[in-house]
């Protein structure tokens, strides 16, 4: 599967932003989807997860309650909404498949998309 984010930018402290992730060649409905993260010197880090009909969720702790994942198999794409953004949330943003829910090692995704920026200016 081949996955493609897109929806980053530029915000300020307190903004919002909705990533996409569109996926091409299978259907995500055989995968758990997840987000991810990588800021400059860091390890990438997990975001978030959603199960593969999207009935159950599961976050880091630093994006309980401001960020939520989403997806829709019929359209193939898997969204992240962002909501009280902080300046610690400026990254990189990547969509990852894997197989395993709840998982939060990058090991565990097999698929990744190329990765959108995220800036968030105080």
């Known amino acids: 599967v081949q996955l493609q984010a897109s929806g980053g930018g530029s915000v300020q402290a307190g903004g919002s932003l909705r990533l996409s992730c569109a996926a091409s060649?299978?259907?995500?409905?055989?995968?758990?989807m997840g987000w991810f993260r990588q800021a400059p010197g860091i390890e990438r880090e997990f975001v978030a997860t959603?199960?593969?009909?999207?009935?159950?969720?599961f976050y880091a702790d630093f994006v309980k309650g401001r960020f939520t994942i989403s997806r829709d198999n019929a359209k193939n794409t898997v969204y992240l909404q962002m909501n009280s953004l902080k300046p610690e949330d400026t990254a990189v943003y990547y969509c990852?498949?894997?197989?395993?829910?709840?998982?939060?090692?990058?090991?565990?995704?097999?698929?990744w998309g190329q990765g959108t920026q995220v800036t968030v200016s105080s």
């Open positions: 060649g299978r259907t995500i409905s055989t995968f758990v």
């Open positions: 959603i199960s593969w009909s999207g009935g159950n969720t």
């Open positions: 990852a498949a894997g197989r395993r829910f709840t998982t939060t090692q990058v090991s565990d995704y097999g698929y």
